[in-house]
């Protein structure tokens, strides 16, 4: 079951917007204006292995709401947070910002501004994301990619003028 979303000019969305749709495996929020979210408006969506967020302004939301956004979506295998600006979030939210979401595969990151978080940052991100296979970082103005790029598949380009990116 999927529910497609995509670029309605979506503000905000209710609390219980999708509830009693718990066997919902695919859902499409992205090109919206979304910088408002309850921080419950995903529990419940136990079934769910794709969601699109991306070309929001979700960089706007409080760090109360990120605390508990991906709470319970245990089967998520996909997860686009693309061109957000979440490099605007403060460096707490990234510390248990992807936590329980051990079925990932493929995490989209890419233009959110992230060259510009602190090292610590990047060393604890992705913990716990053991079946992560794809992150895309582009259009994040990176120095180097993180450790994780090593051991899967990492697509990544910067508009800085490096001659490479290293893993570091």
């Not at 990120?66 to 510390?95: I, Q």
Request: glycine share 10%.
């Amino acid at each position: 079951m999927e529910l497609r979303l995509y670029g309605n000019n979506l503000g905000k969305l209710p609390v219980n917007l999708f509830a009693g749709l718990s066997k919902l495996q695919e859902l499409d929020l992205g090109y919206n204006k979304l910088s408002e979210l309850p921080a419950e408006v995903f529990s419940g969506l136990s079934s769910l292995q794709w969601l699109n967020l991306g070309d929001n302004k979700l960089g706007e939301l409080p760090v109360e709401v990120w605390d508990h956004l991906f709470a319970g979506l245990d089967n998520l295998r996909l997860l686009n947070l693309g061109d957000n600006k979440l490099g605007e979030l403060p460096v707490e939210v990234w510390d248990h910002l992807f936590a329980g979401l051990d079925n990932l595969r493929l995490l989209n990151l890419g233009d959110n501004k992230l060259g510009d978080l602190p090292a610590e940052v990047w060393a604890n991100m992705f913990s716990g994301l053991g079946s992560l296979q794809e992150l895309y970082l582009w259009g994040n103005d990176l120095s180097e990619l993180p450790a994780i790029c090593s051991a899967i598949r990492c697509v990544a380009t910067s508009r800085r003028r490096i001659p490479h990116l290293k893993t570091g």
